[in-house]
């Protein structure tokens, strides 16, 4: 089934690291995806992942990715407040084209 | 090279009314897709279009919806006699022909639908 998750919230201090967490269903994955969100913006792809890489890292962002667990995570390093936005995990599933499913998203608030 | 363009970026509608939301893909983009998002829920797939075609609308409600997306021009969605419950952000995406979607979708601004 099409089915992914994650944590709704996360609340960092600013400089810290931000670590967040989605699980997925479809091992038919082939593509992970991160987007991130703005308030009153739409959808900005951050980074993605192919299926067989275990991790991915661009700048301050690192993905870690366990197959066997269905596991995704995105690790902000430095967290900034220009970080606060909502976070989401989604997935590209192996059926006639490149369908999308989305995570609920979590909200990442940064304290100064 | 303009992004992904929507409009009208707020939308407000009586209950009964028809809503019309536009999409305007990236140039070079021939798949359009459309998502819903609730307040403080995530995207829910709605419906995936090519040229004068809808390839998959597995998310659509089955009443009152519909989505097109003509040789000619933007992207429609539409919604007949809208209902509070419709209020919602509508974003469109658009991706360069099957096979690449890997880099990801582009997103539009949404319209932020409110029904009154």
């Known amino acids: 089934g099409e089915d992914v998750e994650q944590s709704l919230f996360l609340s960092v201090r600013e400089g810290d690291s931000s670590v967040i967490n989605c699980t997925y269903t479809d091992s038919s994955s082939t593509y992970l995806y991160w987007y991130k969100q703005e308030p009153g913006a739409g959808l900005q792809l951050l980074t993605y992942i192919f299926s067989n890489m275990d991790m991915k890292q661009d700048q301050r962002l690192t993905v870690l990715l366990n197959k066997k667990d269905k596991h995704l995570s995105l690790r902000i390093a430095d967290t900034q407040t220009g970080d606060s936005a909502i976070y989401f995990c989604?997935?590209?599933?192996?059926?006639?084209?490149?369908?999308?499913?989305f995570g609920p998203g979590t909200s990442l608030s940064v304290i100064p | 090279n303009a992004g992904v363009m929507q409009n009208p970026r707020h939308l407000v509608r009586r209950r009964g009314q028809e809503a019309r939301l536009r999409c305007s893909p990236m140039k070079g983009h021939s798949h359009v897709y459309w998502y819903r998002q609730l307040p403080e829920e995530g995207l829910k797939f709605m419906v995936y279009?090519?040229?004068?075609?809808?390839?998959?609308e597995s998310g659509m409600p089955k009443e009152r919806f519909s989505a097109e997306f003509p040789k000619e021009g933007p992207s429609i969605l539409r919604i007949q006699q809208v209902v509070r419950g419709d209020s919602a952000a509508y974003f469109c995406a658009s991706s360069p022909p099957m096979g690449t979607a890997n880099y990801g979708y582009t997103f539009g601004s949404g319209t932020r639908l409110t029904v009154v």
């Open positions: 279009l090519q040229k004068e075609n809808i390839i998959d």
């Open positions: 989604a997935e590209s599933m192996e059926t006639s084209y490149d369908k999308v499913i």
